[in-house]
């Protein structure tokens, strides 16, 4: 959307909260935000086959601007850790990663659509085996765009970042994409902790059912270590 279409969105979206309230800002914001397309998928996703250990844990996905988190600056080679920071250079995204959890196999996902969640039950960055496995909201009616509102534009090589808790840059490269109707789910091999080091972006995508408000796609891009 063009800048100028995003400030007329904003100045609309406070002239309805000062006269009829949040439920018709949404409403409004929902009828004049473009219908996001379905992307084809391409490449290699490298996902493993499930096993009797990843089945019984994988969360299901049901539904993230930059943040002002420091910049970390590169250090030795050292052990895996947590991510904190998620930069997509190609994007110009550089985003805050927070740990989130699973509950009753629904994957949690941080509240500000800027942030961007790390599941803590998956692989650290850096890690020889396992998926590092980060989701976050498209976008919010509220605040715009969200940290992974274009993550359906990375292409094949894209390089992507994780900065852990410790300053350690640890890189990836985009090697694929897939599209996945929330009605079916996900495949639990998402989110394989024994196959080879992969790390995977979760979002929504796809077109916005109004009546559950909510989009009807989940996007994942796969990426492999560079």
Known sequence: MPAGGFFRLRRLAAAIVAGAGVGLLITALVSLWPQRSVP?????TGVTAPTSDSSSTAPTVSAVHTSSAPIAHPSAPGKPAVPVMLTL???GV???VLPVVSDHRTL???DDPAQVGWWSASALAGATTGTVVLDGHVDSATSGPGALFRLASLQANDPITLTTGTGQL?????TGR???QKA????ADIFAQDGPARLVLISCGG???RTAGSYLDNIVVFAVPA
């Open 40 to 44: 084809a998928p391409f490449g290699m």
């Open 89 to 91: 250079p190609t994007l």
């Open 94 to 96: 550089r985003a805050s």
């Open 108 to 110: 949690g996902v941080p």
């Open 170 to 174: 640890r890189r990836y490269t985009v």
């Open 178 to 180: 897939r599209v996945y």
């Open 184 to 187: 079916g789910g996900l495949p």
């Open 207 to 209: 077109p916005f059912d």
